[in-house]
């Protein structure tokens, strides 16, 4: 497989339930990105972790809760949600200090409803 | 400050006909300006970007033109197609960093 992955596409919870979002990049990266997207809104920057270290928290709830095991993978862990916390969430990755390093490449997104 | 502001939030245009989006910026940190592209069920993808150094960039039929004085800049579809019916974000960021602020998106309609 090649760009951004992202399991699952779709995921329905309750607000109890603790579940984990998973994103994988192919293109030898180097920085990763959770976003949130929900209708009429800016994307929203969550999460950044350059070289797996995170280098920004955009004052984000600590019922998520970001993991990077090495620089290929990211996940965010859900636990205790709230139905506002339904929207897509959107992994990107980027390459730093290579040439056009500002693009970021998003994956498809997981589309998360919170009941 | 780094706030970045879309207009308009939809828009609907002819087959063949030209389609504007335009976005304003405050932070004069600012020095990448990217327009990205997103399909239904896709995530965003990059379509075209600048920066300051220039005025206008164009790639086929999509160009942008950026106005420094004025802190703004636009997204121009000439020759519009269906296929190009979408959403579209503008960003920004300072360069060396990679964090990307975005515009609300503008949501665009193609019209056979």
């Known amino acids: 497989e090649t760009g951004v992955t992202q399991t699952p596409r779709h995921l329905v919870m309750g607000m109890t339930n603790k579940k984990s979002l998973k994103c994988e990049q192919h293109?030898?990266?180097?920085?990763m990105y959770w976003y949130k997207q929900s209708a009429k809104k800016p994307l929203e920057l969550m999460f950044v972790?350059?070289?797996?270290?995170?280098?920004e928290n955009n004052s984000v709830p600590s019922r998520f809760s970001p993991e990077c095991p090495n620089s290929s993978h990211l996940f965010l862990h859900l636990h205790t949600l709230q139905p506002e916390d339904s929207a897509l969430y959107l992994c990107?990755?980027?390459?730093?200090?290579?040439?056009?390093?500002?693009?970021?490449?998003f994956g498809p997104g997981t589309r998360l409803l919170v009941l | 400050q780094q706030q970045v502001k879309q207009s308009p939030q939809s828009l609907i245009v002819q087959k063949g006909g030209i389609s504007i989006i335009n976005c304003a910026y405050e932070?004069?940190?600012?020095?990448?300006f990217p327009w990205y592209q997103q399909f239904p069920g896709k995530g965003p993808a990059l379509l075209i970007a600048?920066?300051?150094?220039?005025s206008e960039k164009k790639e086929g039929r999509f160009t942008i033109s950026f106005n420094k004085s004025a802190k703004q800049f636009s997204l121009h579809i000439m020759d519009s197609q269906p296929g190009d019916s979408a959403t579209y974000f503008c960003?920004?960021?300072?360069?060396?960093?990679?964090?990307?602020?975005f515009g609300k998106g503008t949501m665009l309609l193609v019209s056979p």
């Open positions: 990107a990755s980027s390459l730093i200090g290579g040439s056009g390093g500002e693009t970021q490449y």
């Open positions: 293109l030898g990266h180097n920085a």
């Open positions: 972790y350059n070289f797996k270290e995170q280098t």
């Open positions: 932070n004069t940190a600012f020095d990448y």
């Open positions: 600048i920066r300051p150094d220039v």
């Open positions: 960003a920004a960021s300072i360069g060396g960093y990679s964090t990307l602020t």
